[in-house]
């Protein structure tokens, strides 16, 4: 994407769609680009938003799995959720607000956006910290292997960090250990294991196989897995904040 758009710019919209619950500002119809001679790129031109309406959230196929898009969308909000942006963008923009309130006051009702729009930038920053990022299903029945299982259910694609065991015991994750069907992950750079982030009603899974040497490579003193506790690291690709859930 960063070849033929502004990713700055086309991540700095999906933000403020985001933001204002303006996807319809998304949609083909809305969405236009400008080409920039000057950078050879094309950049967004929105015509209409209907922002503020269904207190909605724009959908992940905006960002393309690119992620170029996906880190300058997360520049963005971080910029935009900070409590100081709104009360700049309220100062500049309330004496005209107010100013067509009692212009159209006879015709219309035009409630302030304001407090609305700080419960979304409360929505987005808790977005960025989901409770639970993955589904994670393992099965320690198998003599050599721990088997696991898991799928992203978070909007933005994740990279899969590694599995703590028990609390004493962290490996890295591995693509060799990927068994199967590779449908739920996304290209990475450097062996990153990117998760795909669900479609409309699909989630999508993908095996892990570990060797149990692995494990006890690790911990000479693990005896066998029964009753341990496994979880499993990931963090939204382009933020540093790594979470832990916990595998069932």
């Given at each position: 994407?960063?070849?033929?758009?502004?990713?700055?710019?086309?991540?700095?919209?999906?933000?403020?769609?985001?933001?204002?619950?303006?996807a319809d500002a998304l949609s083909w119809v809305n969405l236009r680009f400008y080409y920039n001679p000057d950078t050879d790129l094309l950049e967004p031109i929105v015509a209409s938003g209907q922002p503020l309406l269904v207190n909605g959230r724009i959908s992940s196929a905006y960002f393309y799995n690119d992620s170029d898009v996906q880190?300058?969308?997360?520049?963005?909000?971080?910029?935009?959720?900070?409590?100081?942006?709104l009360d700049q963008l309220q100062a500049d923009l309330d004496p005209q607000l107010q100013q067509l309130q009692r212009?159209?006051?006879?015709?219309?009702?035009?409630?302030?956006?304001w407090e609305?729009?700080?419960?979304?930038?409360?929505?987005?920053?808790?977005?960025?910290a989901p409770n639970q990022p993955i589904l994670a299903y393992f099965d320690?029945?198998?003599?050599?292997?721990?088997?696991?299982?898991?799928?992203?259910v978070y909007n933005l694609p994740l990279q899969l960090i590694g599995?703590?065991?028990?609390?004493?015991?962290?490996?890295?994750?591995?693509?060799a250990w990927i068994q199967g069907d590779t449908s739920a992950l996304l290209p990475g750079t450097d062996g990153a294991i990117i998760l795909r982030p669900p479609a409309t009603d699909t989630v999508y899974f993908v095996q892990f196989q570990i060797p149990i040497l692995?494990?006890?490579?690790?911990?000479?003193?693990?005896?066998?897995?029964?009753g341990i506790e496994i979880n499993i690291a990931t963090q939204i690709v382009g933020l540093p904040n790594v979470q832990l859930t916990p595998a069932r």
């Open positions: 994407a960063g070849a033929i758009f502004d990713t700055a710019q086309y991540g700095t919209l999906l933000a403020l769609a985001d933001w204002w619950d303006a880190q300058a969308y997360l520049t963005a909000v971080q910029h935009l959720t900070q409590p100081d942006y212009t159209l006051q006879a015709e219309t009702d035009l409630t302030p956006p609305t729009l700080r419960q979304r930038q409360t929505q987005l920053q808790q977005s960025l320690n029945t198998h003599a050599d292997t721990l088997q696991i299982n898991l799928a992203s599995f703590d065991i028990g609390g004493a015991t962290f490996l890295q994750a591995n693509p692995e494990i006890q490579r690790l911990d000479s003193e693990l005896d066998g897995l029964t």
